[in-house]
């Protein structure tokens, strides 16, 4: 039987972490794990849903090691999955900048990153594998930026006093995704991924074993084009279908993402750990009106060189706010260049949780600079004075570009205009240390999971963790799942588990378009999204969370009885597949602040009003909160029940995270 | 200065791939011109839902011009009248009061109709499954520093590798050639000595698929690269030609 929960623990045996000092876990781990010889990998099958880094690059390097892949994707090509996005860069401890970089190095400013609430063993075993990544995406041909020397590139980041990050211009997820994507793309013609587009994972499906335990052995998907329901098997099904920020209606996430596979995971008994930490980026641009479909990022490498800054004059805030003054017209010592100010050692470059915070700060004290006193100004004109406009062009011009088409404003002359968003979320299904849930046979990968990143990611380690994931981890640790599976035959989708599954699906979405009552789904999502953001977002108290949980129950009735969803089931339609999304969003909007009002504490990208410093700095409560919070489904709704993975920090000491010295 | 303005739109509406399309024309009043394109296609369908009538099916995704997935022909050009832009980077400004605004999905015989504005860009993807990769495994490869690349070089990959995928080249071309986005792959890995190994059998491959699926032929008008979003240069095409005659000689 699998280990399960003692008295609501999780304890190191159930996570599966290996024994030994912790610069050898992962090389003890692969030493002794089972594998599965080149014969028995043809007869075993894998569905991976999702091809975004992570799916991409283990539905490849599934393949490749000879395994059968199914992989699902809800655009119309693997190529456009939301990774693409990612502009900033892809870190790696490699130290080809002789600035003191070290696999060390990078697992220290990871978890200190993430405020001491990730596990060490993932988080060095990602530190470690971040090499092998970078050398494989330049074998692929990923166009990295280099010197004229014709060696790599680095630059910075925020959180790390090394510049440690790879990147291909203002593009580097794409390239990255591409890399993934050429790699899926030669398995594909080998035949050896079978890829379904314009699929949509709607559940999945559990068979009980010989001893009488649940196994995921596959999935019930809809033909996004057709609308057909349809059945698939596998011998394990591997998840890796991003983060669920769309529960807040903006943010920067694509408008197709969502937390559906998620929460069919969940709903199976696999455990939503710390869904709580979401992470609000601080350089995006300002809302412009009701009609606004999302929110766009400036990349943070934007902070290498932009100085960020507000008014010192709360008349000169004013001004601005009314249009009569220009940010480039106010005088440098009426500039207050509030994160220099704060955090001397970091500068611009302090996290993006305590970043977005200190705008909240300025803004809430209403120092604001744009109509709706909801932005701060991001300044390129020292960097313009000191490297010229070229270099800055050069090194940001397609951002600068982006920013102009939308803002209509020409940033070499005025400052940018930023304001913090719903970026990433560091929360996800929980998984050991083989990437695999609690749910046998169930396997979650990249932002889907909860691992690595603690409660804050630091800036280019989402690209790095999907790959690391992807490429380089969970190709080995599903071997030790499936080599107790070669004996296991391809089984028939009719079976009576596929039936009852494709059944419940069937009975759920005709259930939505019944209702025909007088909502747009879009008009309820963003009504969720606001509840979400005024009481779930940067600044959250008791009281303001047992607001949100009421509010979103009442909007859960409202869905449910009053959402209109127009067309036919069987056929292509959007706004079905939207309700379908958003659902789920409503089940893991409430799962937020439940969790939100259980952490009482501060700590990375949650901040609990009620707990803080008296400089406004987050305040962790390590007696207390020292724990993964997993939630476990326990009916429909009823409270989840909580379970706790606690972290013991074994190599490392946990201090305040200080970015002021 | 961003204002309100009212217009006209020009919607093809399709109901399948294999009904009888038709353009409907709808009205819209006070749309902000810092709106983007895709959001007034937003109200409209909010418009119309509120009416229970069928909302306009359309691809888009990112809504920042890096997934691809967004493809209308605006008053015929696709991504509509401004430069180096996605449809979905495209904003209300460029319009102006009173304007009708013409709506269509990709015109190319490769890209077929799904429904309404949303086409069936498989193709591109078998292309790319002929040969727009470099055939490594994952693992045992060299330091990603082992082979010094020139800067020059690097950034002209980059430039070729810039492309989204988004059909844009072939739906503007008058012979639905998809050559603009063959020869960008093909480049980029041309340029990089990691997959110069295989550009010969890469060019071939990837033309030999494009010719397959109903792309038709290459006669350097250069509506392809006039339209792209990203500016990739039709200098790629000439590296395309080079490579495929170079790799025939060599049969």
Not at chain 1, 194 to 211: A, F, G, H, P, S
Not at chain 1, 362 to 383: E, I, P, Q, Y
Not at chain 1, 490 to 498: A, G, H, I, Y
Request: proline share 4%; aromatic share 8%; charged share 25%.
């Amino acid at each position: 039987m699998a280990l399960q929960p003692q008295n609501g623990i999780i304890t190191p045996e159930m996570a599966k972490i290996p024994q030994g000092p912790l610069e050898k876990k992962w090389t003890n781990y692969k030493d002794h794990q089972k594998l599965v010889n080149p014969a028995n990998k043809r007869k075993l099958d894998i569905i991976v849903v999702g091809t975004g880094l992570a799916g991409a690059s283990a539905a490849a390097s599934l393949a490749e090691m000879g395994f059968n892949v199914l992989n699902f994707c809800i655009q119309d090509s693997p190529r456009r999955a939301h990774s693409i996005a990612a502009q900033g860069g892809i870190n790696a401890a490699k130290n080809y900048q002789n600035d003191g970089d070290s696999i060390y190095r990078l697992y220290y400013d990871t978890i200190k990153g993430g405020d001491y609430r990730a596990r060490e063993a993932n988080v060095y075993r990602l530190a470690e594998v971040s090499n092998s990544i970078i050398d494989q995406c330049v074998a692929q041909g990923v166009p990295f930026a280099r010197e004229y020397g014709g060696l790599l590139d680095n630059r910075s980041f925020g959180g790390a006093q090394v510049s440690r990050t790879f990147y291909a211009k203002g593009q580097t997820g794409q390239q990255l995704l591409l890399g993934a994507y050429s790699a899926l793309s030669r398995q594909i013609g080998k035949g050896k991924v079978k890829m379904y587009t314009r699929y949509e994972m709607l559940d999945l499906v559990m068979i009980k074993d010989e001893n009488g335990e649940d196994r995921a052995r596959g999935i019930i998907a809809r033909n996004l084009v057709t609308g057909r329901i349809e059945r698939f098997f596998a011998h394990a099904v591997v998840i890796g279908t991003g983060g669920y920020g769309n529960t807040f209606f903006l943010s920067t996430n694509a408008m197709a993402s969502n937390g559906s596979a998620a929460m069919q995971m969940y709903r199976h008994g696999a455990f939503f750990a710390n869904p709580c930490y979401a992470q609000i980026h601080p350089t995006c641009i300002p809302k412009h009106g009701d009609f606004q479909s999302k929110l766009t990022l400036m990349s943070e490498s934007l902070r290498n060189d932009g100085r960020i800054w507000v008014p010192k004059k709360l008349e000169d805030a004013k001004k601005l706010q009314a249009g009569t003054l220009k940010g480039r017209d106010i005088p440098e010592e009426d500039r207050d260049y509030y994160l220099e100010r704060r955090y001397p050692a970091f500068g611009n470059l302090v996290p993006r949780d305590v970043a977005s915070r200190a705008a909240k700060e300025r803004c809430d004290k209403g120092f604001g600079v744009n109509n709706t006193g909801l932005a701060v100004f991001l300044d390129f004109s020292d960097a313009i004075k000191r490297l010229g406009k070229d270099v800055v062009a050069q090194k940001y011009g397609n951002l600068f570009q982006m920013y102009e088409k939308i803002v209509d404003e020409n940033p070499y002359e005025n400052p940018m205009m930023i304001f913090p968003a719903i970026h990433y979320t560091m929360g996800g299904i929980w998984v050991d240390y083989e990437l695999q849930t609690s749910v046998k046979g169930l396997f979650c990968i990249g932002e889907a999971n909860f691992s690595d990143h603690g409660a804050n990611r630091l800036g280019a380690s989402a690209l790095m963790q999907g790959l690391a994931d992807g490429y380089f981890v969970l190709p080995y640790t599903i071997q030790n799942y499936l080599a107790d599976q070669i004996s296991v035959p391809r089984m028939s989708t009719d079976l009576p588990e596929f039936a009852a599954a494709e059944k419940a699906v069937q009975d759920k979405i005709q259930k939505l378009m019944s209702i025909q009552g007088k909502r747009s789904v879009d008009s309820i999502h963003k009504e969720l999204g606001l509840i979400m953001w005024d009481f779930v977002g940067m600044g959250r108290t008791a009281e303001g969370l047992k607001t949100a949980i009421k509010k979103i129950d009442e909007i859960k009735k409202e869905f449910w009885s009053n959402v209109f969803i127009p067309g036919k089931a069987d056929s292509l339609n959007n706004e079905l597949e939207k309700a379908l999304r958003l659902a789920d969003f409503i089940e893991i909007g409430r799962l937020m602040a439940v969790d939100a009002l259980h952490r009482e504490e501060s700590c990375g990208g949650h901040f609990r009003e009620e707990y803080q410093t008296p400089d406004g700095e987050a305040l962790r409560q390590d007696d207390k909160f020292s724990y993964v919070g997993c939630w476990k489904y326990t009916g429909e709704d009823k409270e989840p029940e909580l379970i706790k993975e606690p972290l013991d920090y074994e190599f490392t000491e946990r201090k305040t995270r200080n970015y002021k010295a | 200065m961003d204002q309100n303005i009212n217009i006209k739109v020009k919607v093809w509406r399709q109901a399948g791939p294999k009904e009888q399309g038709h353009f409907e024309t709808y009205e819209l009043q006070n749309i902000f011109q810092g709106a983007s394109f895709l959001e007034m296609i937003d109200i409209l369908n909010e418009k119309l839902i509120s009416e229970h009538k069928d909302p306009i099916a359309f691809d888009h995704d990112c809504r920042e011009g890096i997934c691809g997935m967004c493809s209308l022909y605006v008053n015929g050009h696709p991504h509509g009248p401004d430069q180096e832009i996605t449809t979905c980077q495209l904003h209300m400004r460029k319009f102006h009061d009173g304007e009708t605004i013409t709506i269509e999905p990709w015109r190319s015989r490769a890209f077929p109709v799904i429904k309404d504005l949303m086409v069936d860009r498989s193709a591109y993807d078998k292309i790319m499954q002929a040969g727009g990769f470099v055939s490594v495994n994952t693992g045992g490869v060299p330091d990603a520093n082992a082979i010094a690349i020139p800067k020059p070089v690097a950034d002209e990959a980059m430039d070729a590798a810039s492309c989204i995928g988004c059909g844009a080249c072939a739906a503007a071309c008058k012979n639905g050639s998809a050559m603009l986005f063959v020869s960008a792959k093909v480049s980029q890995l041309a340029l990089l000595p990691q997959g110069k190994i295989e550009a010969a059998r890469r060019a071939k491959a990837m033309v030999a698929k494009m010719d397959e699926l109903g792309f038709g032929n290459c006669t350097n008008t250069g509506a392809c690269a006039a339209e792209c979003p990203k500016s990739v240069s039709l200098a790629n095409i000439a590296r395309l030609n080079r490579e495929f005659i170079c790799a025939k000689f060599k049969d």
